[in-house]
């Protein structure tokens, strides 16, 4: 990887929303920033609890700046709040105290109208794509991204397909965008030389509970297969008052509780394991910046079953059942065909294996290292 210092400047990454419980997005910027600072001269903005989050231990080789452990998703509201507060009054201070020239900014937060120059990372344009009128987060996609995207020196992004929307929903020239294919920790999520075999054969979701996640076409489907009693529907993903009561509701009504399993968040030590385990991973949202669930599956070696449209065709090329996501039909076939077929089953575990090789880490920070020296 080619090699950047600067004496005078230094690089910020700012990592203010990172929480001890990672989701997609943090996994992401942990991993980046493990290849960023072996090449970037560059200081973290990560508050202490998000230090003691890097697993197995934070980089030795970087620096790090102390910021309020109160600005993350762990504080719902209040912390989204505190934090775009705090990244627009307080980040320019440090920018300037720490010489800074460059920020950049994993999620789609940066100060507006200051002297601070920054590239972002914009993930999806999932809140616009499917707007909920009272999410704050619809509101602040509308108003307040618009004014990121256009101040920004550059704007990354995950996939070809956010690259698209991003240019269409905000009228942004495509020259203005890099998509920058995600990866996963190869050290842990792998293949096991023996199957994981269950007592009860299971498909799993791994997930958000939100309606564009497509769980309540996902439980109908798993309801018609001609033997649904012979398997049980796992959904791993933090419970969410909005949306889970409607989805347990669902399952009560089909009479699938017993063979419904809501497990709530699942630590990333424990995710590899209960991919490997599953019969199939199936992830039929209707809209995905890019679809870690999907490549990380693969690389376990679970068969993958996944939409046909958005990113995620980039993301399992020929290595999944590709459907349509609308289709309760289509995932219904799919599942029952993959239950059934040893033979599918272990083609699929090649594939996706083979597939999963062609992403890491390494790969990513380097073209997003070659943007980013680009306007240091």
Not at 66 to 79: E, H, V
Not at 282 to 303: D, H, N, R
């Amino acid at each position: 990887m080619a090699q950047f210092r600067n004496k005078d400047k230094s690089l910020l990454i700012n990592l203010s929303f990172l929480s001890p419980k990672p989701t997609g997005i943090s996994v992401y910027a942990k991993n980046l920033c493990r290849y960023l600072g072996r090449s970037l001269d560059s200081t973290l903005l990560i508050s202490p609890s998000a230090v003691k989050s890097f697993s197995p231990s934070f980089p030795a080789f970087v620096k790090n700046y102390p910021i309020p452990d109160t600005m993350t998703p762990l504080q719902g509201t209040k912390g989204h709040l505190q934090r775009l507060a705090w990244t627009q009054w307080q980040l320019p201070s440090i920018y300037q105290q720490l010489n800074s020239n460059l920020v950049f900014s994993p999620v789609a937060e940066a100060p507006v109208f200051t002297k601070c120059r920054y590239v972002i990372t914009i993930h999806d344009t999932i809140p616009l794509r499917f707007p909920r009128w009272s999410s704050s987060l619809t509101h602040y996609h509308r108003a307040w991204v618009p004014l990121v995207l256009n101040q920004a020196q550059h704007i990354i992004c995950n996939s070809e397909a956010t690259a698209r929307d991003i240019s269409i929903s905000y009228n942004i020239s495509s020259a203005k965008i890099t998509p920058i294919l995600l990866a996963y920790d190869r050290l842990h999520f792998y293949e096991q030389e023996e199957e994981s075999i269950p007592k009860i054969p299971y498909f799993l979701y791994v997930g958000r509970h939100d309606r564009h996640k497509n769980l309540h076409r996902l439980i109908t489907a798993f309801a018609s297969l001609k033997n649904y009693q012979d398997y049980e529907l796992w959904i791993a993903g933090s419970s969410d008052r909005r949306f889970t009561p409607d989805l347990q509701a669902q399952v009560k009504e089909l009479g699938i509780s017993n063979l419904v399993k809501f497990l709530d968040y699942v630590t990333y030590e424990q995710l590899p394991e209960m991919i490997r385990g599953a019969i199939a991973l199936v992830f039929p949202s209707l809209w995905e910046g890019f679809g870690l669930p999907v490549l990380e599956a693969m690389a376990c070696g679970t068969p993958v079953i996944t939409s046909n449209i958005s990113s995620l065709p980039e993301v399992a090329g020929d290595a999944g059942i590709l459907i349509d996501p609308y289709n309760i039909r289509a995932i219904a076939d799919a599942m029952q065909t993959i239950g059934e077929s040893p033979s599918l089953r272990s083609q699929l575990r090649n594939l996706g294996l083979a597939r999963a090789k062609q992403f890491s880490w390494e790969t990513t920070a380097h073209a997003t290292t070659k943007v980013l020296q680009r306007f240091t």
